[in-house]
């Protein structure tokens, strides 16, 4: 017994071609290699966003334009993209801010070399890298083979 379902496969790919697009933009725009770019949240485009919009889409093929399913599908990828572009993106700069403000406490105490842990910045997404993503799935659910 073979298990393909191509849902799980277009969500997949489109995380995928996102986070290799996400890796080679950062690699080209800061000249830096950083790996985490490969798994990491945040950044242009949405992987996020990209793996909803092609399992929605790819879905929309399989079930029909009309079907429940599709619709559910629908709004799982409105609320995934939603949160990314506001609520992750604002977790994004209230850490950033909680990083600058220790960063000035650790400057007042005089131990500069404390350790700490900083709070991860690259969160959520702006309206243009949710966009991106959302346009990299739907071609993706579109033109990839279903059977």
Not at 97 to 121: S, V, Y
Not at 138 to 144: K, R, T
Request: aromatic share 8%.
């Amino acid at each position: 017994m073979t298990f393909y379902n191509p849902v799980i496969v277009c969500g997949v790919i489109g995380w995928a071609s996102a986070q290799i697009i996400k890796f080679f933009l950062n690699l080209i725009h800061n000249s830096s290699f950083q790996l985490e770019r490969l798994y990491g949240s945040g950044g242009m485009p949405s992987s996020h966003s990209s793996l909803v919009c092609a399992a929605f889409v790819s879905t929309a093929r399989l079930v029909g334009w009309d079907s429940p399913v599709t619709a559910v599908m629908f709004v799982i990828a409105a609320i995934v993209m939603y949160d990314a572009a506001n609520v992750r993106l604002e977790a994004g700069k209230h850490a950033k801010q909680l990083n600058e403000i220790m960063e000035r406490l650790l400057m007042l105490d005089g131990d500069i070399d404390a350790k700490r842990k900083e709070f991860k910045e690259l969160l959520g997404h702006t309206p243009l890298q949710v966009l991106c993503g959302a346009i990299l799935g739907i071609v993706i659910g579109a033109i990839f083979p279903l059977g």
